[in-house]
Every structure is written in structure tokens, then in C-alpha cells.
């Protein structure tokens, strides 16, 4: 059975690059616009892992990080922040509401499915 992997980032087109990158290596893909669509996706479905965007509107990437970790079912969910922002302190703020990975963009391809690979639950 496929991981699914929810990418969430206001940009049509980088869903779009990640998702095409992401399912020629065998992944699921859901994809969601901003934080607020991300959580009203998840209704208990299986997600692997989460990429997303910090810089979005309606709820930024932190926020739901921060929301998606309450949920007992996404708690031990890997997240990677997918962004153009590389400050330490963003990069901590990050960390602390439970990103496992940052990587900033423009990013390659297979850069991003490494850390996918890494996080990725067996």
C-alpha cells in the first residue's frame, strides 16, 4: 500500500511540482491550500507525513503544525517545512510546535524525497 503524503502550500504550482515529484517515487498525495484545508482534510484519514509551507493564509504552517500535533491521531506524524524562510528563529519556532525537517526553497527534487525517505514510518 502507498504512503500518503499531504502537501500543504498555497501555491498551486509548487503543490503541483511536489506532488508530481512525490508520486514518481510511489507516494499518495493529498494536497491542501493553507493550514485551515489541511486540518479540514485529515478527518481521520492515514497520512504518512506532511510537507508544508510556513508563509500561508487563513492559518500559517506553524499554526497547524501546532494544531495538527493535538490530534492524537497526528501527534507522531513527520513534518517537513517546505519554505522560502531559513532564519534560525523561524527555523526554531518550527521545531518547537513539531517540524522534524526544513527545507527551503527552491529545493530539489530528490533533496526533499530524501528527507521524506528518512521520516517516513515503515
Known amino acids: 500500500m502507498a504512503k500518503n503524503i499531504m502537501v500543504v502550500d498555497d501555491s498551486a504550482s509548487l503543490r503541483q511540482v511536489v506532488a508530481i515529484a512525490l508520486k514518481g517515487a510511489g507516494y499518495d498525495v493529498t494536497e491542501a491550500c493553507d493550514g485551515k484545508d489541511a486540518l ?26 501546532k494544531e ?5 491521531s ?10 522560502t524562510e531559513s532564519q534560525e528563529g523561524k527555523k526554531k519556532e518550527g521545531q518547537a510546535a ?14 526533499m524525497l530524501s528527507a521524506v525517505a528518512k521520516l517516513i514510518m515503515p
Open 40 to 65: 479540514s482534510k485529515l478527518n481521520g484519514q492515514k497520512v504518512h507525513l506532511v510537507i508544508s509551507d510556513v508563509n500561508m493564509p487563513n492559518m500559517d504552517g506553524i499554526t497547524f503544525v
Open 68 to 72: 495538527l500535533k493535538k490530534n492524537p
Open 74 to 83: 497526528y501527534k507522531f506524524t513527520p513534518v517537513i517545512m517546505l519554505t
Open 98 to 111: 513539531g517540524a522534524r525537517a526544513w527545507v527551503v526553497k527552491p529545493f530539489k527534487p530528490e533533496q
